[in-house]
């Protein structure tokens, strides 16, 4: 929630609900320089995402 814009603490439950049940979960779309900061911050924290991917 620290770090993705707009993350509500029930979203950030329904998301980690979907991963449990379904084994991935999109949590924000967007620009890719945007993607690409949010990587960095959530690593630093020790969290992990999946590779950027490009339309």
């Not at 993350?7 to 950030?12: E, F």
């Not at 320089?33 to 924290?45: D, I, M, T, V």
């Not at 020790?46 to 490009?54: D, S, V």
Request: proline share 5%; no cysteine.
């Amino acid at each position: 929630m620290k770090y993705i814009p707009a993350m509500s603490s029930d979203r950030a439950w329904e998301l980690t609900n979907q991963v449990h049940f379904e084994g991935q979960a999109t949590v924000w779309v967007g620009p890719e320089e945007q993607a690409e900061l949010y990587h960095q911050q959530l690593s630093r924290a020790g969290l992990t995402m999946a590779p950027l991917e490009t339309a």
